[in-house]
């Protein structure tokens, strides 16, 4: 049996955050080895919101350098800007006619930021037949993703199952693959909020390319309970707690019961905090100076781009062209 096909993707806009690092990056890195890996930054998803042009040309960049520093390995994936390979753009249009309105509405992301918005843009609830475009062009067996994502991958099997019983079987389905652990890091300043890059303000998210003392702060800052017993638990009192743990445990990749015995000797939640903090200062240290040094040369940061585009489009292109067969272009 060949090797399985994985894709995923990630918006390039604001910062990288702990939170795609443990619920998905970590996983394409470990991936790659007996995975077909594409990995894409998906630059025309962010256009859903306003982005100044300059702001936007250098995210795509500092977004590879990040994800190269976290371990994607250029030769071992096919890492690549979404905006550089146009089948993606013409797919979501063939796509779109094929979703029924109903589904886009019944979107809890598009409830969600479409709330916060004066004007919704058209791209807010049509977004989620890109990222099927997205999927769909690579056949993929396995989408690794956050839970946030998993709605998004189960609408992407809806409109493929649609897509078949219309014109014929053209799409495998794709599987949603949710980590075990830390699937979804809430904010450190609140943690009934899912850690996200648009909620601005300090304390809220660790951003993968901070500063050590940054990192300490706002874990000592993160907001727990009045109680003093570290553990997992799913009572809402916990919620601070038990995210701490999480992200620990993701990120030493032990049990919970070592977890546990790990913190048998803290004295409160300063202790717990201080010791989450060193963990994750350990492994972001390490990103955040490779992918300032890979920031130093952006010329090779875009050829390395240019040849993920290349081998991308590879595999876009002959799929997008038995679409395009399949309905009668
Ligand atoms: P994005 O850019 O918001 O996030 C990238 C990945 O990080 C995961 N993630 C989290 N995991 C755990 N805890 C969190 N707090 C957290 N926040 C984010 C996300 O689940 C995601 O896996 N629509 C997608 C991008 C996309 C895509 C695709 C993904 C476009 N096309 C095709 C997969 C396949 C998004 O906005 O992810």
């Known amino acids: 049996m060949g090797k399985k096909r994985v894709l995923s993707g990630i918006q ?3 910062s990288l955050h702990l939170g795609n690092y443990l619920g998905a990056i970590k996983h394409w890195v470990e991936g790659q ?5 594409f990995i894409c930054i998906v630059d025309l998803h962010a256009i859903t919101v306003y982005q100044d042009p300059e702001a936007l040309r250098q995210s795509a960049r500092r977004t590879a350098a990040l994800l190269i520093a ?33 589904w886009l509405e019944r979107m809890t992301q598009f409830k969600d930021k479409s709330g916060k918005q004066e004007t919704v843009g058209a791209g807010l609830l049509t977004y989620p037949v890109l990222q099927a475009a997205d999927i769909l062009l690579y056949d993929p067996d396995e989408v690794p993703v956050g839970e946030d994502q998993k709605q998004h991958v189960e609408l992407t099997r809806d409109i493929a199952q649609r897509f078949n019983s219309l014109y014929g079987e053209t799409f495998k389905l794709p599987e ?5 652990v830390a699937a979804r890091v809430m904010g450190l300043d609140d943690p ?36 003093r017993e570290i553990v997992f638990s799913d009572k809402p009192e916990k919620a601070g707690v038990k995210n701490l743990l999480e992200i620990y445990r993701a990120i030493t990749g032990k049990s919970q019961a070592d977890v546990l015995a790990d913190f048998a000797d803290a004295r409160g939640y300063g202790d717990l905090k201080t010791r ?7 492994a972001l240290a390490p990103i955040r100076g490779r992918s300032r040094e890979l920031l130093e040369d ?20 002959a799929k997008l062209a038995l679409i395009k067969e399949r309905m009668g272009f």
């Open 33 to 37: 080895d007996d995975k077909e890996n």
């Open 192 to 227: 009934t909020q899912k850690m996200s890059k648009s909620a601005t303000g300090s304390g809220h998210a660790v951003g993968l390319d901070e500063d050590d003392a940054q990192i300490v702060k706002t874990f000592k800052r993160s907001v727990t309970d009045s109680g």
């Open 70 to 102: 976290c371990g994607i390995d250029p030769q071992r994936t096919t890492l690549f800007v979404q905006s550089h390979v146009r089948a993606h753009a013409e797919a979501c249009w063939l796509l779109t006619c094929v979703t029924p309105l109903g």
């Open 12 to 14: 390039p806009t604001g």
């Open 276 to 282: 989450v903090a060193e963990v994750v200062v350990e």
């Open 176 to 180: 949603p693959v949710i980590p075990k």
């Open 298 to 317: 952006p010329a090779e940061l875009d050829r390395l781009m240019a040849v993920g585009a290349d081998r991308a489009s590879k595999h876009a292109e």
